[in-house]
């Protein structure tokens, strides 16, 4: 018999009227269909959760997000290729999100970014970082001339990320999505108007610094997403994750920035209308 102790069933937290989830994604979920994105919705709505962003990390995911943000009133989309998959940006991927972006029912061009914490570990299934940062680089042009959102990636990428986006046109709106980063980037961002968006490993115990960031974030300037079906906050971390679930991570970032949690959930809702045009 194993001793393993089974993990428990996630819940949602208690429910928090008006929070959103700002970033997740639903076809990653297993939602593909209507019907399927509904029940997600649905159950995300029981939570308190009004608005979901979905995000599509390549070009059939991006399909499915802005599949799902014509379907349900309450999901937007966001499309780009994932850094990570940056070689698949070819001519036609371009020209594809390039009409995707203008859709009004895509919010925001993103995830995009630097990953090489991917180069390190799979280094023959990761696009290498100077077609990252080309493809980084046609993303956040798109961003701007559509007037959309640029929605980040990083995963141990500060230096050449704060680097870029210093040197490129500027966007309407910089979300720097799970933001994992060290608090001195946190307050280079904050400095720069950049939005830091939490996910569930703002909950981890060891994440002290990702609560101090969280606390340093003016209002208009935070979110919550979940990341979903990644990054599932305590205390059911490692299990499934989906939009219902965003209240856990709502709770302790109003705990660390010692605010009460509805005050938050109307902040980040107002955010979320701005920050997407909404
Ligand atoms: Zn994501």
């Given at each position: 018999?194993s001793?393993?102790?089974?993990?428990?069933?996630?819940?949602?937290?208690e429910?928090l009227?008006?929070?959103?989830?700002?970033h997740?994604?639903?076809?990653?979920?297993?939602?593909?269909?209507?019907?399927?994105?509904?029940?997600?919705?649905?159950?995300?709505?029981?939570?308190?959760?009004?608005?979901?962003?979905?995000?599509?990390?390549?070009?059939?995911?991006?399909?499915?997000?802005?599949?799902?943000?014509?379907?349900?009133?309450?999901?937007?989309?966001?499309?780009?290729?994932?850094?990570?998959?940056a070689?698949?940006?070819?001519?036609?991927a371009?020209?594809?999100?390039?009409?995707?972006?203008?859709?009004?029912?895509?919010?925001?061009?993103?995830?995009?970014?630097?990953?090489?914490?991917?180069i390190?570990?799979?280094?023959?299934?990761?696009?290498?970082?100077?077609?990252?940062?080309?493809?980084?680089?046609?993303?956040?042009?798109?961003?701007?001339?559509?007037g959309?959102?640029?929605?980040?990636?990083?995963?141990?990428?500060?230096?050449?990320?704060?680097?870029?986006?210093?040197?490129?046109?500027?966007?309407?709106?910089t979300?720097?999505?799970?933001?994992?980063?060290?608090?001195?980037?946190?307050?280079?961002a904050?400095?720069?108007?950049?939005?830091?968006?939490?996910?569930?490993?703002?909950?981890?115990?060891?994440?002290?610094?990702?609560?101090?960031?969280?606390?340093?974030?003016?209002?208009?300037?935070?979110?919550i997403?979940?990341d979903?079906?990644?990054?599932?906050?305590?205390?059911?971390r490692?299990?499934?994750?989906?939009?219902?679930?965003?209240?856990?991570?709502?709770?302790?970032?109003?705990?660390?920035?010692?605010?009460?949690?509805?005050?938050?959930?109307?902040?980040?809702?107002?955010?979320?209308?701005?920050?997407?045009?909404?």
């Amino acid at each position: 018999m194993s001793k393993k102790k089974p993990k428990p069933t996630p819940q949602p937290a208690e429910t928090l009227p008006g929070i959103v989830d700002a970033h997740t994604h639903l076809a990653s979920c297993g939602a593909r269909t209507g019907a399927e994105v509904d029940a997600f919705v649905e159950r995300a709505v029981a939570a308190g959760v009004g608005k979901i962003c979905t995000v599509g990390d390549g070009l059939a995911e991006a399909e499915d997000a802005l599949a799902a943000a014509q379907h349900n009133p309450r999901v937007w989309a966001a499309c780009a290729i994932h850094p990570t998959r940056a070689r698949e940006l070819d001519d036609a991927a371009r020209a594809r999100l390039a009409e995707m972006a203008r859709d009004p029912r895509c919010v925001a061009v993103g995830e995009t970014g630097l990953d090489t914490y991917w180069i390190r570990h799979k280094p023959e299934e990761t696009a290498p970082l100077e077609v990252q940062e080309e493809a980084l680089r046609w993303h956040i042009d798109l961003a701007v001339a559509t007037g959309k959102a640029l929605m980040i990636h990083n995963r141990e990428g500060d230096a050449d990320l704060m680097r870029i986006l210093a040197d490129s046109p500027k966007p309407r709106e910089t979300v720097l999505h799970c933001f994992s980063s060290p608090l001195d980037v946190a307050h280079e961002a904050i400095e720069r108007g950049y939005v830091l968006s939490f996910a569930g490993n703002v909950t981890f115990k060891r994440n002290d610094e990702l609560r101090a960031a969280a606390a340093a974030a003016p209002a208009g300037q935070l979110l919550i997403e979940t990341d979903a079906p990644y990054m599932t906050p305590e205390p059911y971390r490692g299990t499934r994750n989906e939009p219902a679930f965003v209240g856990h991570t709502a709770y302790c970032v109003a705990e660390a920035r010692g605010q009460d949690p509805a005050e938050l959930a109307a902040e980040v809702s107002a955010t979320f209308d701005r920050v997407y045009g909404v």
